[in-house]
Every structure is written in structure tokens, then in C-alpha cells.
């Protein structure tokens, strides 16, 4: 019997990346908008306001969802970047296919290439198996993997968050070079 025998370590990272969030998303996945997300892009649908508080009729300021007669208030609290992530998407996919697992997966998806850009970051300056090995512990590392499949802007700061130290490192050896 012939045994398949995958030479790219970066073919392995990668799937098992993938892999281990699709397990952990069955699992442990957010199956709804709550909390704070819930509120910011309820009234940035509703109001065109991304906002927590609300300035009711009484000139109350309420931490909810805002209603037809009441004022929403701006708020810099939460990450724009990814309310108008999860608004977006909402408003594409909510009519036929639920949102929160295309968000989900998205998610899942920046996870998996940000751990090649940080595979990439650590194979420019060391070798293949230190570069593999602790690429695989920051791809399986618990909470890397909970954030993943949870509705929070982790996913997204860690995926830009990576590329900026990629392509910093591109620049650093190009101006070297």
C-alpha cells in the first residue's frame, strides 16, 4: 500500500489551521449577534449610526437598540472596521443564508492566512523546522483558535495586524538588499 506523504509543511499548516477551527466552530461557534455587536450594527442598519447609547424622549442616555423616535449617539468604543465587517455581510447574505456562519468562516479564513503570513515572517530569518514548529503552535494555540469562531474583531486585527509585520519585513530586506 502507498502512503501519501505531504513534503510541504506549509500544505500542513495550513489545513490543519483550517481544520482545527471548522472542529472548533462546530463546537464552541457563536450562533447569533449579541452583546455590543448586536447593539452597533442594529443601529447602524436601523439609524445609519454606528453607536452604542441612545438619546431617548426623556434625554435619557440608554446603552440599547434604538427605536423610531430616538437619537443615536456616535461611538469610537467598539472597532469601526469590524461592525461595518459584520453590517456588510449582514446585509448580503441575511435574506437567504445565515450571517453569522459567513462570518464565521470569514473569519476562519483570515485565521488560516495569517498563520502563513506568520509562517512566512518567521522562514525569512530562520529555518525550516523552528519556522514550522512555531507556526504550528500559534495556529493551535487554544484561544487563537476560540477567537476565531467567536463574533470579535480578533480575527481581523490579528490577520492585518500579521501582514504589517510581513510587509514591513519585505521593505526592511528590499531597503537592505
Do not use: C, H
Not at 489551521?17 to 461557534?29: D, E, L, Q
Not at 483570515?110 to 525569512?124: E, R
Not at 477567537?147 to 528590499?174: A, G, K, M, N
Amino acid at each position: 500500500m502507498n502512503k501519501i506523504i505531504f513534503k510541504n509543511p506549509v500544505f500542513i499548516l495550513l489545513f490543519l489551521t483550517a481544520f482545527s477551527r471548522v472542529i472548533a466552530f462546530y463546537f464552541y461557534g457563536d450562533t447569533q449577534l449579541e452583546n455590543e455587536w448586536r447593539i452597533l450594527v442594529n443601529n447602524l442598519s436601523e439609524k445609519g449610526v454606528l453607536g452604542l447609547y441612545v438619546l431617548d424622549d426623556q434625554f435619557e442616555i440608554i446603552l440599547k437598540s434604538a427605536t423610531a423616535n430616538e437619537t443615536v449617539l456616535p461611538s469610537a468604543f467598539m472597532p469601526p472596521l469590524y461592525a461595518y465587517f459584520i453590517f456588510i455581510i449582514k446585509s448580503v447574505f441575511e435574506n437567504f443564508i445565515n450571517y453569522i456562519n459567513v462570518i464565521i468562516f470569514f473569519q476562519i479564513f483570515l485565521s488560516t492566512v495569517a498563520v502563513y503570513f506568520f509562517y512566512k515572517i518567521i522562514y525569512a530569518s530562520e529555518n525550516l523546522n523552528f519556522s514550522f514548529y512555531s507556526t504550528l503552535f500559534f495556529s493551535l494555540f487554544p484561544i487563537n483558535i476560540y477567537s476565531t469562531v467567536q463574533i470579535s474583531s480578533i480575527s481581523i486585527q490579528v490577520f492585518f495586524f500579521s501582514l504589517l509585520f510581513l510587509y514591513s519585513q519585505i521593505i526592511f530586506y528590499r531597503k537592505k538588499n
